[in-house]
């Protein structure tokens, strides 16, 4: 009878205890001392809890959580910059009408960090983005180094206005080169699956999908129809052209509740070539088509880049929406991508800890963000909200 009654007694406290501290997990996983009984019934709540918690607190990330993220990552990425190197993270704009805009990011920036910002070279010039090494250290050193590829680009340019495919955006070919050879290893390719941290924007992905989907596959129709041209292989200057398993075409339709990953040609590039790059061959990309105008790494190729110690020879803030990274990826490429994403994110937030879009979100997650594992694909979740870099550190950073 006794035991009957504490068990009542206790149950009631319990219950009690719960509807005053309904959202403190760890106050009631204090209380260790219950009978078997009494644990159970903690078990069934502790899930009634976690149900309540569900639907009732916001685990869906927004697109302000989402941006601040995106700037927390940009500070700490430019902080790292500066303390390793001694030198400011640069980023470049394309035209000088870009000027302006970017300014305002660096006005904004300086609370935190001090970055550069100056025009990138332009297209005409030199179309492509090269991942550095010990011997290519900067982008003078790039341009003469690859002035094969600059013919190269140019001939898949001419190419392309002949095949007629009208416009091509975001349209970057990823390449391996050395003193004999030149590999192209083809488009962006997408694939589509399921978030975990936001919720569904069906509408606006599906849109964004289809076009990206067209894209990628007008450049593996140029791949195709340049690898037919040159019958497996031609010599431009005494180095063999040759294009390297093109990805087939992206067929996949869009469904409900999905987003989509885009795996850029410089990420493609260093998946495949990750175990034969030596000191005599770089990566690089080549900006294809008249409207694909940047000759700078998106931020998120970049972030990859740098954790590769293959910086780019050019970053920008622009876009890099919806950017992913294939699974032929190494492990060990991705978690140095992963512990540097870790690493900048806790450098970033120091700075911007009262971001309150962004701690309104994350504290959902307090109990599985141990060490903040969940950041990484928090972040990849974070650039399909589809919206440049620059606009994502405006919409979050306070006024100067
Ligand atoms: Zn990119």
Not at 29 to 35: K, L
Request: charged residues 20%; aromatic residues 10%; glycine residues 6%.
């Amino acid at each position: 009878m006794r035991t009957v009654f504490k068990f009542y007694r206790s149950t009631t406290l319990l219950l009690i205890f719960m509807f005053l501290m309904s959202c403190d997990k760890e106050s009631i996983e204090s209380e260790t001392n219950y009978s078997k009984e009494n644990t159970t019934i903690k078990k069934d709540a502790e899930s009634e809890k976690a149900g309540l918690t569900k639907d009732k607190l916001h685990k869906v990330m927004t697109k302000e959580a989402a941006d601040a993220l995106s700037t927390i990552i940009v500070v700490g990425y430019a902080k790292d910059v500066l303390s390793s190197t001694g030198k400011n993270a640069i980023f470049q704009y394309e035209s000088p009408k870009d000027f302006a805009v970017h300014q305002k990011v660096q006005k904004k920036l300086k609370k935190y960090v001090t970055v550069d910002i100056n025009q990138s070279i332009p297209k005409t010039t030199f179309p492509l983005i090269v991942a550095k090494n010990n011997r290519i250290s900067n982008t003078e050193i790039a341009m003469l180094t690859g002035s094969t590829e600059t013919k190269l680009a140019k001939q898949l340019d001419l190419r392309l206005k002949k095949m007629n495919l009208g416009p091509l955006y975001g349209a970057y070919i990823g390449g391996y080169s050395d003193a004999s050879k030149i590999e192209l290893v083809g488009a962006s390719d997408l694939e589509l699956y399921t978030p975990r941290y936001r919720g569904a924007d069906d509408e606006n992905v599906k849109n964004a999908y289809n076009s990206a989907k067209e894209y990628s596959n007008k450049v593996i129709d140029l791949l195709t129809e340049y690898q037919s041209s040159i019958s497996g292989g031609i010599s431009i200057g005494g180095v063999k052209i040759s294009v390297k398993d093109i990805n087939p075409k992206v067929t996949s339709n869009f469904s409900t509740g999905k987003m989509f990953k885009s795996f850029h040609g410089m990420i493609v590039a260093m998946s495949k070539y990750a175990s034969s790059i030596d000191k005599n061959s770089f990566l690089f990309e080549i900006a294809c088509s008249s409207n694909t105008t940047k000759i700078s790494s998106c931020f998120p190729c970049a972030t990859f880049m740098a954790s590769q110690k293959n910086s780019a020879t050019s970053v920008h803030l622009g876009r890099g929406d919806n950017w992913n990274i294939p699974s032929s990826c190494s492990p060990s490429m991705l978690s140095a991508w992963q512990s540097n994403i870790i690493k900048w994110y806790e450098i970033g937030l120091k700075s911007l800890n009262k971001n309150s879009d962004w701690n309104a979100f994350i504290s959902n997650y307090s109990g599985e963000n141990r060490g903040n594992k969940l950041i990484p694909q928090m972040f990849l979740e974070a650039l399909t909200f589809e919206d440049s870099f620059t606009k994502r550190i405006i919409n979050t950073l306070p006024d100067a």
